[in-house]
């Protein structure tokens, strides 16, 4: 039976999910569609600039390379000025740097701004994900993060069928693909600028919080940052060398070498095996967002009310690696889709018990530098997964050895998760 102090702190946690989720998850939709909607764009650019299977493939993954080399810095520099003040000029830059994709030529210019983009983008989320740990206590932080998430594909219910649409627009002598980046990177210049107004960087700030309500959930915010703190004599650089960070970043590469290897050329994927319209194949492109959404939210919901982290991240790497090798070799679209939708719904249902686990023994500057490694070094995988099916798109034809070389990463992804976790009292190094 709940007690008043279970019923206080379920309906306090529901309160900081209405009143924070909807805007970070607003912003995070239009971050994840200014680096996805490249997947349609290239339908047209291909064939106008004579781009090559593996130049698209590398353009795609050249945000990555991008976000790897920024990130680190931009946390940093997210923890010494505040949320407001960073995110808000990231998601502007970016915002910019979307629009001016409209001015691609060729390769060079492909890949620059690509690599740009990825530059700007690097620090948002592990931001969002360090801005989560001040307002959510442990045992809520996997159910925000998987709600966080869900925006990735949400973007892609959103942004696939809008995407195909605004690639038949024509005028003004822009291409669709060319309408299509720039208004699609306006929404990140409009929304960056109300971060500074709409946003609180702490609960301490927060005027929408009463004397309990903050109260509470301060105190009890400082207690597992006590319980969380590092050892006497231990900096946030001995991140950089902790054994157990680097199994971290291996896990999640798994999960970003499916979501954008399998993301960005889904498009295609559908295309080539239906010859569908874009704007079909933006429809079509719904189904794996739909069911990933579902899968997301239920895995995060139960691993919060087990409290179990390692199971919750290794099962999920499984089932999507079946759902791959399923895509691998069918035959029909039907088949292949369905296989594809496993596999991204599954890859991201990992996120939130992997984050809620990855975060639990980290405070401090540490934790701001251990969530960015992870993040930049595991979102390589955003690299390796484009450029994987582009080659072999380039050398046989087919999306076969990609997909199949997705699965085999996810695959080890769940191996990792369920060694990293055998030993419960294992603590994050700091």
């Known amino acids: 039976m709940a007690t008043p102090s279970d019923r206080f702190e379920s309906a306090l946690i529901s309160r900081l999910m209405w009143r924070l989720m909807p805007f970070l998850f607003l912003l995070y939709i239009v971050a994840y569609l200014d680096r996805i909607n490249v997947s349609f764009a290239v339908l047209q650019m291909r064939e106008q600039m004579g ?100 925006a990735n594909p949400l973007a892609g219910i959103i942004g696939s069928p809008l995407s195909g649409a605004l ?52 105190e009890k915010l400082a207690s597992e940052q006590v319980a969380e703190a590092p050892p006497t004599g231990s900096g946030y650089w001995k991140v950089l060398v902790a054994p157990r960070i680097w199994f971290l970043s291996m896990i999640y590469f798994g999960v970003s070498t499916t979501m954008y290897g399998v993301t960005l050329w889904l498009p295609s994927v559908i295309r080539a095996l239906s010859g569908l319209s874009y704007f079909l194949t933006g429809v079509i492109a719904v189904l794996p967002f739909l069911v990933t959404v579902v899968a997301m939210v239920l895995v995060g919901m139960r691993s919060d009310r087990t409290g179990e982290r390692r199971w919750h991240t290794a099962i ?39 984050w809620a686990m990855a975060t639990s023994q980290m405070a401090g500057l540490s934790a701001a530098a ?46 990792i998760a369920l060694a990293v976790g055998r030993d419960p009292g294992a603590k994050q190094p700091q």
């Open 316 to 354: 999920p790497a499984f089932i999507a690696s079946a759902g791959l090798i399923l895509a691998a070799l069918g035959n029909s679209t039907a088949l292949v889709v369905a296989g594809i939708g496993l596999g991204l719904a599954f890859a991201e249902g990992m996120v939130g018990p992997f």
């Open 370 to 415: 251990g969530i960015a490694l992870i993040n930049s070094v595991a979102n390589l995988g955003g690299y390796f997964g484009p450029d994987i099916v582009g080659f072999f798109r380039t050398v046989g034809g087919g999306f076969r050895g990609g997909l199949l070389s997705i699965a085999a990463t996810v695959a080890v992804s769940g191996a």
């Open 167 to 218: 690639m038949s627009l024509h005028g003004n002598g822009l291409s669709g693909w060319q309408w299509m980046f720039l208004l699609e990177g306006i929404p990140a210049i409009l929304l960056g600028a109300s971060v500074f107004w709409l946003l609180a960087d702490n609960p301490h700030e927060a005027r929408w919080l009463v004397g309990e309500e903050r109260t509470w959930l301060l």
């Open 51 to 150: 781009l090559s299977e593996r130049v698209i493939g590398r353009a795609a993954g050249m945000f990555f390379i991008g976000y790897f080399f920024f990130q680190l810095p931009s946390n940093f520099i997210l923890e010494k000025v505040g949320v407001r003040h960073w995110i808000s000029a990231l998601m502007v830059a970016w915002g910019v740097i979307s629009c001016l994709m409209l001015f691609i030529r060729g390769p060079i210019s492909f890949y620059a701004l690509r690599l740009a983009l990825g530059a700007a983008e690097a620090g948002f989320f592990p931001g969002i994900i360090l801005y989560m740990k001040r307002w959510f206590p442990t045992r809520a932080r996997a159910r925000a993060v998987a709600w966080f998430m869900t």
